[in-house]
């Protein structure tokens, strides 16, 4: 793999740390609010998500 991309996984698990160990009321609230939400709505959301990461990664790598 290359180092990058472990390098950004990496920092993914420092974040969901991060949010689990200071808000991790929130975070729970969060998670049981997301299990309510039909499928189709989770994958609009997950592809909202994966279009604004693609485009900061885009923008990021273009400076």
């Known amino acids: ?14 974040l969901e740390g991060l949010l ?5 009321r929130v975070w729970r609230q969060t998670m049981e609010q997301l299990l309510q939400r039909p499928d189709q ?4 959301f997950g592809l909202v ?9 885009w923008l990021v790598r273009q400076g």
């Open 1 to 14: 793999m290359p180092q990058e991309l472990v390098s950004a996984l990496c920092l993914v698990a420092v």
């Open 20 to 24: 689990l160990f200071a808000a991790p």
């Open 41 to 44: 709505a989770l994958r609009r």
């Open 49 to 57: 998500v994966l279009g604004l990461g693609l485009a900061a990664l």
